[in-house]
């Protein structure tokens, strides 16, 4: 077993590194250790950065929060709410995709993971959110970069850089991020019963309109019969158009949508605000997948090539569902099933997209590679940024790829 | 020619002048080498005009493979390269060094592709910003990020400096907006980070070369988003008795849940400046207007009109006007699109300041520039992205009476020191160049700057690509922000230094 150690303070962070740097002592870095994502690493040492925990500043109307690394998702999301304010970007719970029950863990490991939710096509991802970062390199030196305003550009923006490097650049120890005004409406169009290429030439025309569409999602048949809301039928395939806003604006959009799809009416109808917003959240936290045994892993690739992509699979029975108007593939693979994983691999390179495992057991973390990067070029510069941190590359060695 | 500290010039590579040109030939087509004393002079400054420098030789490639050759000649035989986009730039990015193989990307002017089914033009670099946003308007698209160089500057140059504008706030700046590049590093290598999908894996590289300042290498083809235009757009214009009651205002608003797609706040001298420039009818007898622009559904915005029209009038604003039309709103920006040309007709020469402060701390900033003003003797008018935070000071001066420069340089490094006293930072859009180089420390202590260094050291081992900008030479920043350099020499220059 790995000794585990829980700094309190950003000094003690940085001493243990330091040292760890001194004896060239491996380190994996976890905030609350709730996400086993990346490639399956074995170091001397595990650092959790969960007693670095606190809220520093929230200012509202300066609309940002400055936490501690390690401050829990849920608190942070709670104090926003006070203020009627949220984290745009929807960062995913995946506690429901682990352990089967809520658990969205620290803001440091959602910047690791730079994941985002069903609004990242319209508001940008997780890493378009983060105005500020501090923390300790491979060196044990505290490093920062950015600020608490969004317009800066002093210096080269490491806090895109550090959002989804899984801990094998910075220990995190504070982070800036953007808040932002809660709608105060939310409802979704929902079309039951078409097929995922119908489904997607729809994402395509509500985008081509003024409506300003926040979610676009699709699930296929008995894909959605985990959700329990009155409003929704689960019987058929899904597709769903989100809309938010002032109330009024709302409902003016959602009826012009409507008309859009006039043809279809009959299969189509209105979640209101409130089954809206449960429908969207746990779309966002992988609720489909909840506890899930197999291997899920995460497609994206452009709009276009989604149909065809999942064409290829249609012996498969494959179990997917697709959000960010097309962009994204959630996707679940039997985990005895490294012919199917692979093959999917090579597909997806053959249509310029990218896929990451983010749920696997621990044979596959070790055996298939984590990431797609084929671009040897891409592969050597990202080792050089990972010396350029972390010369004896102490930090989560290996977690993305075999060699960073 | 500039009197700042620039890396040591290397005689050698003067020396193999025409070797080098002869060189360069080979690798694009020979009129696109440029080497003649006098033809290289339109090369030798960009926006930070006060600063000239001709470049030893200026090469205009004409695709990616030549910028390739070129700079992987250039790393072999130790040349330092400078790239350089439209010329717009504000912060002397593209001022060239005396040895440097200044390489152009105007030729690189061309949009590849439009795809409105993934919503994202794919473009050569060299294409302006507004050209883009003009190749999908019939289709009702546009590129979100308008710097207010747009007509000129182009979308490569747009990438190196994160390049913003006055809707920031809502859409983001340029790192929001950009899908993909094609890249060439200092040693010839070509890749591709990014591309028509919404996001990459791996290290965000992309995000990290997005405001670069051309250090890390040169972008060849860029993939940006584009944006559906709002179906409604109307604006405010406020006019208060106290910068104190237009600041309040700013922040009642974003309290309210409102996020407005520009907010402007102009002072009483730039006011009446704009005003007598541009006839853009503003009201004359306060101290503070501020423009608020609202975009959405016809409904969504004449709602938010409401809301903003009572907190104006609970901050006891005396003037407000909302527009009726689109030439109603056109006329509230032209005053303050006319911001520089206004002040350039008040004073013979001016530098821009650019400044991000929380939006809070206005009121404070501007008393503590009134108070600069004073101390310098030099006229100064501001305008503010107050959905920002990013504070555009306008300092006079005349660059005819001996020392005025200095002094006029003195005040902006006092007013970003302050920026960054209040919490603020150096630069919000314009990038740091070389006019706030000797700034960094301000901000940053050695560790940080080295780290950023290391970076550089990742992409180009042998710093050739842009030396001298961006991060402070010749001196550790725990000394002081500035030194002095007599005669190219600085005391205990055996001492190693970044």
Known sequence: MSEIYSPVSENELSDFVKQCFADQTSIEITGHSTKPIGRFIETSKILQLKKLDGIIEYFPEELYIKVKAGTSLKLVESELDKKNQELVFEPADLGHLYSGKSNPGSVGGAVACNLSGSRRFKVGALRDHILGIQGVNGKGEVIKSGGTVVKNVTGYDLSKLIAGSYGTLLALTEIVLKVHPKNEECQTLLINNINLEKALSFFLKSMQTSFEISGACFYPQNMSKFFKLNDLDTSTSITALRIEGPKISVTERINSLKNVFDEYKKNISILENYQSRIFWRDTSDLQFFNNSENIIVKIVLPPTYVNKFINKFENEDLKYVVDWAGNLIWCEVPKGDSVLLRQLRKQIIIFNGHMTIIKAPNHVRIREEFLTTVDENIKMLSLKVKESFDPKKILSPGKMYLEI | ?498
Not at chain 2, 153 to 163: D, F, V
Not at chain 2, 228 to 254: H, M, N
């Open chain 2, 1 to 498: 020619m500039c009197a700042l500290a620039m890396p040591v010039v290397d005689e050698v590579i003067l020396n193999l002048k025409d070797k080098i040109v002869r060189d360069l030939k080979k690798f694009t087509n020979l009129n696109n080498v440029i080497f003649d004393f006098d033809e290289v002079t339109p090369y030798e400054t960009d926006a930070l005009s006060a600063y000239k420098q001709k470049p030893m030789v200026v090469v205009l490639p004409e695709n990616t493979e030549e910028v390739s050759n070129i700079l992987k000649y250039c790393n072999q035989n130790n040349i330092k390269v400078v790239p350089r986009g439209a010329g717009t730039g504000l912060s002397g990015g593209a001022l060239p060094l005396k040895d440097c193989v200044l390489l152009g990307l105007s030729k690189f002017n061309k949009i590849l592709e439009i795809d409105f089914d993934n919503r994202c033009v794919v473009t050569q670099p060299g294409v302006t910003n507004l050209s883009i946003t003009k190749a999908v308007e019939n289709n009702e698209f546009y590129y979100a990020p308008d710097p207010s160089s747009q007509i000129a500057c182009s979308i490569g140059g747009n990438i190196a400096e994160n390049s913003g504008g006055v809707h920031s706030l809502k859409y983001g700046t340029t790192t929001n907006n950009v899908l993909g590049v094609e890249i060439v590093l200092m040693d010839g290598t070509i890749m591709r980070l990014g591309g028509k999908k919404i996001e990459s894996e791996g290290y965000d590289l992309l995000g990290l070369i997005t405001g670069s300042e051309g250090l890390l290498g040169v972008v060849t083809e860029v993939t940006v988003k584009i944006l559906k235009k709002p179906q409604s757009i109307k604006a405010l214009l406020l006019g208060f008795q106290s910068v104190e009651a237009a600041g309040q205002t700013v922040s009642d608003i974003i309290s309210a849940g409102i996020i407005p797609a520009g907010m402007e706040v102009m002072d009483k001298p730039l006011i009446k400046a704009t005003n007598d420039y541009s006839k853009a009818g503003y009201p004359l007898n306060v101290e503070a207007i501020l423009i608020v622009e609202l975009d959405g559904t016809e409904s969504e915005v004449n709602v938010l009109i409401e809301k903003v029209d009572d907190v104006a009038k609970k901050n006891d604003a005396t003037y407000i006007r909302i527009s009726k039309n689109d030439a109603e709103r056109m006329r509230f920006w032209l005053g303050r699109k006319a911001a520089f040309p206004a002040i350039g007709e008040m004073s013979p020469d001016y530098i821009c300041m650019d400044g991000t402060i929380p939006r809070k701390k206005l009121p404070e900033v501007l008393k503590e520039i009134t108070k600069l003003s004073k101390k310098y003797g030099l006229r100064v008018a501001n305008c503010f992205h107050a959905g920002d935070g990013n504070l555009h000071p306008l300092i006079m001066f005349d660059s005819n009476i001996k020392s005025e420069l200095k002094k006029a340089e003195q005040f902006g490094a006092d007013i970003l020191k302050y920026c960054v006293k209040s919490g603020g930072v150096l630069t919000g859009e314009h990038g740091v160049g070389i006019e706030k180089r000797e700034l960094m420390c301000e901000m940053f202590n050695d560790d940080d700057i080295q780290q950023q260094l290391n970076i550089k050291i990742a992409f180009d081992k042998n710093s050739l690509l842009n030396p001298g900008k961006v991060y402070p030479i010749l001196h550790r920043c725990a000394e002081s922000g500035k030194m002095h350099v007599h005669k190219g020499e600085n005391k205990f220059k055996d001492i190693p230094r970044f």
